[in-house]
């Protein structure tokens, strides 16, 4: 039997491309590269992207279509070439190139201020003259986007180098990306594990993040997938973790270290941060009230023998900021900006010290990007 090109695009015109009824002859997805060799048959099916979804049953049908619609005699299988109109990505231990440092910002339970703590540590880091990214990966209570009022925000895509990578938003002079900005705020996001790695993924590959000196992971609370996700995927310098002063929220935090510390993940510590430490009326400026209980987290520190990094109190204008979207730490001056100022320049001092003491590898001197 002689073959003919014509004769394959014949067959494959019966390969439709699921979801839109059309045959991937006609959306041009056929490469003009039909090769034949007595009976054996090579070409190439074009995707939009490397990880389509349906690029392994396309490949599939059009195998079958052949055998079908020319002639089982047909040496096709194996034969059929998968190859895309985008850029692989990255390797992982590729990725974020041009980011000095990746800190993971950590809690072991939800609502001991994470997410106040990681916005608010970015903009003191800014005010030092650090570029500084934050990757809200709370998939399923993001906050970056109320907290920096980007709400209404909408990221964009950008060819770059023949890639569609994701334009970070920004405000305050931090890049953020947030699953926040991709569904509807008041719908609940139901979804399994690994859609939330994978979308976690997307985030970190696909955006065009650029050089930073800092890039902040807001973490969900407790341990997950996705930590697990996260340390697969980045080179994490190190972790903060926030916790209140509060027994119960400490035995969470301490659980959470012990996830990072262990064999299987082995991610350094940089120190704790004790959030709403006391509580100090407007009106009697020297009283301190120990709602949560007093040093918790400092005491834990000393028994993990790791750093305190910083005490925040409990402060009304801290919330007002975080619901407002103005971090409280844009006001340096302010007795709030000037604790977050403190907390920024002992994680510095913390990295530095982690990246002087990485054995066999490179120092990363931290100075503000220029």
């Excluded at 997307?202 to 697990?228: E, K, M, R, V």
């Excluded at 301490?254 to 004790?274: D, H």
């Excluded at 844009?330 to 002992?346: D, R, T, V, W």
Aim: glycine share 8%.
């Amino acid at each position: 039997m002689a073959l003919y090109p014509k004769l394959i695009l014949e067959a494959l015109e019966k390969v439709r491309y699921p979801g839109t009824g059309k045959s991937i002859i006609e959306m041009g997805m056929v490469e003009d590269d039909i090769h034949i060799d007595g009976n054996k048959v090579s070409f190439s099916i074009l995707f939009d992207k490397p990880n389509d979804p349906f690029l392994r049953s396309v490949v599939k049908a059009a195998e079958t279509a052949i055998l079908t619609y020319v002639g089982e005699e047909v040496e096709i299988k194996g034969n059929i070439g998968a190859i895309s109109k985008q850029m692989v990505r990255p390797e992982p231990a590729k990725l974020l190139p041009e980011v000095k440092n990746i800190i993971a910002v950590s809690s072991g339970k939800g609502g001991v201020g994470k997410s106040t703590v990681t916005a608010n540590l970015a903009v003191a880091l800014t005010n030092m003259g650090y570029t500084v990214g934050i990757l809200d990966a709370d998939i399923y209570g993001p906050s970056m986007p109320k907290m920096f009022c980007l709400e209404e925000s909408r990221p964009l895509l950008e060819n770059i180098g023949g890639r569609d990578l994701i334009i970070p938003a920004e405000n305050y002079g931090v890049k953020i990306l947030s699953m926040g900005f991709f569904v509807d705020k008041d719908s609940a996001v139901v979804w399994r594990g690994s859609m939330a790695s994978n979308a976690l993924k997307q985030l970190i590959a696909d955006g065009n993040w650029g050089p930073l000196d800092f890039f902040l992971l807001d973490l969900p609370p407790g341990t997950s997938d996705i930590h697990l996700t996260l340390v697969q995927t980045l080179a994490i310098t190190g972790v903060v973790v926030v916790s209140t002063p509060q027994e119960v929220a400490l035995a969470d935090a301490r659980k959470g270290i012990n996830m990072f510390t262990g064999e299987k993940i082995n991610v350094p510590v940089l120190g704790l941060v004790e959030n709403m430490a006391w509580f100090t009326p407007a009106e009697l400026p020297e009283n301190k009230y120990y709602i949560f209980g007093k040093d918790g987290c400092k005491n834990l520190a000393q028994e993990l023998k790791l750093p305190l990094l910083g005490q925040i109190p409990i402060v009304q204008s801290i919330r007002e900021g975080g619901d407002s979207g103005k971090p409280v730490a844009l006001n340096a001056e302010s007795i709030s900006g000037m604790a977050f100022a403190e907390l920024a320049q002992k994680v510095v001092e913390a990295v530095d010290d982690r990246n002087k003491n990485k054995a066999a590898t490179k120092v990363v001197k931290i100075s503000p990007s220029t």
